[in-house]
């Protein structure tokens, strides 16, 4: 499907516990150190998801595991879930405390639980000493309130606000990442944050299988199709295509304590 030309990927971020890989989980997995990917952190989005997502990581040496519950997962919450938290972070596969964060997009959510539920998980990676990796939709002033609240490092996952919401964030220490949103028409507030954010501070990642970037979008999408979003920042940053997969690998094993 795809030219094989860049090595050494590092997919900062997918949900591979999703049931759309329900038919050809292990299948596209194998296949994935031959098409270029080095490494994947598997992101848990509930408290189901933390548990699944440390098994997989468990089955493949090149996947990691994060564990949180995502801000459209917090309603049912079981009482002991930070305790349960920490406990599968023990793993020594589970690298980052996420995606966790703020979501304003959905309204149905209230927003005092989001925020506990967000500062309760931040209080857990303070705790740990982990990365966090964040979901933040139409919240900026909240998350930024937030973090600084908190010393720690992270990323700020799938970015969606403008260059100086990032310019503040990675002030405070944190890394950018950026999906195949970068890669669709209409899309110059993305493109002009990823102009402005500086490659040591900048991760890739697919959040599949969601975001599949042109010319798949609306397709499941794999971790192999970093290579359109590479492509394209290659294209925005002038900066060869295997440089852009080495810099953000770099970033992402330094962030996330891999070696
Ligand atoms: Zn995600």
Redesign the pocket.
């Known amino acids: 499907m795809i030219d094989n030309i860049i090595k050494n990927i590092f997919d900062s971020?997918s949900?591979y516990n999703d049931e759309k890989f329900d038919d050809n989980r292990d299948e596209i997995l194998k296949s994935l150190p031959s098409k270029g990917i080095d490494k994947i952190i598997n992101?848990s989005?509930s408290e189901k998801d933390a548990y699944d997502c440390v098994n997989l990581a468990e089955k493949y040496d090149y996947i990691f595991a994060s564990v949180g519950v995502h801000p459209y997962e917090i309603e049912n919450l079981s009482q002991d879930y930070i305790y349960n938290l920490e406990s599968l972070s023990k793993n020594k596969k589970v690298v980052a405390i996420g995606?966790i964060g703020l979501d304003y997009y959905n309204n149905n959510i209230d927003k005092d639980l989001q925020k506990k539920i967000f500062e309760d998980q931040l209080a857990l990676a303070s705790e740990l000493k982990m990365p966090v990796i964040i979901?933040a939709r139409e919240a900026d002033q909240d998350i930024i309130n937030i973090l600084k609240k908190f010393k720690l490092s992270g990323v700020i996952?799938?970015f969606s606000s403008d260059k100086e919401i990032a310019k503040i964030l990675i002030q405070m220490g944190y890394y950018i990442s950026f999906t195949g949103v970068i890669t669709f028409k209409n899309n110059r507030k993305q493109l002009e944050s990823l102009s402005a954010v500086p490659i040591e501070r900048l991760l890739i990642e697919t959040?599949c299988p969601y975001m599949a970037p042109e010319p798949h979008r609306g397709k499941i999408c794999d971790s192999s199709m970093l290579y359109y979003i590479i492509k394209k920042i290659e294209n925005i940053k002038n900066i060869p295509a295997q440089e852009i997969a080495d810099i953000t690998n770099k970033n992402a094993k330094e962030l996330f304590n891999i070696k």
């Open positions: 971020h949900h992101v989005a995606e979901h996952h799938c959040d």
